[in-house]
């Protein structure tokens, strides 16, 4: 029985092993390791009078993670990113106007820079910066009375910050999941008619991804 319990414990100790020089190839040989990155936003806009991440967006693009010491990496990417809002639920704002269909769509091109801990290169855990610049934005709204505005009066502001958090962990071979939180430091716009939403109004979204690393 003990001898089959310590050929057990070498097995897994041989495999636990083989996995983590599988792993460390990432940064074995080079200190930059890149690779492909699609997935998708669950996102909303705080500062609007809806809550939940009800709208889907695309968060695609490229990766680069750079060693910057044992078990730490810096990380870029470049994304196009799409976040917004989507509420087509019955909403009373304090004036007294009821919004019936409201929606945002933000198409923005992402640069975050993160820094990041991974163990034997199965996990990443990080978090960073990242700047949009929006590239193009529509938004509609429907009133109970016909009350609308005009989103041109309005727009929204061509730079986003954003504070990002997450982790990834290992699936196979150079395939990874991403999770990720972020939400933005400034405004994204300030200027609306506090009739149809609030004062200020800020990105917060949900970013769920599959990651491909290059060997």
């Known amino acids: 029985m003990m001898r089959r319990l310590f050929i057990f414990c070498l097995l897994l100790l041989a495999a636990k092993a083989a996995s983590a020089q599988e792993d460390l ?70 004036s007294g106007l009821i919004i019936t ?32 610049w929006l590239g193009t934005s529509s938004e509609h709204i429907t009133t109970a009375t016909g009350q609308s505005f005009d989103p041109s009066q309005y727009p929204f502001k061509k730079t986003d910050l954003n504070l990002v958090a997450g982790g990834s962990e290992h699936l196979y071979k150079g395939l990874y999941v991403n999770v990720r939180f972020q939400y933005s430091l400034l405004s994204i716009r300030d200027n609306i008619p506090q009739s149809f939403a609030r004062s200020a109004q800020y990105n917060n979204l949900w970013v769920i991804r599959l990651m491909y690393l290059f060997m």
Do not use: W
């Open 25 to 94: 190839a990432l940064f074995e040989n080079h200190k930059f390791c890149g690779g492909l990155i699609a997935g998708g936003n669950f996102a909303q806009v705080d500062g609007d009078y809806y809550a939940g991440y009800h709208k889907v967006g695309m968060n695609a693009g490229g990766v680069v993670y750079t060693k910057l010491h044992d078990h730490l990496a810096a990380g870029l990417e470049i994304l196009y990113s799409q976040k917004g809002s989507n509420g087509n639920t019955t909403a009373e704002t304090p």
């Open 101 to 132: 269909n409201y929606g945002i769509n933000l198409n923005y091109a992402e640069v975050p820079v993160t820094i990041n801990y991974y163990d034997d290169g199965r996990t990443f855990l990080g978090g960073g910066l990242s700047m949009s």
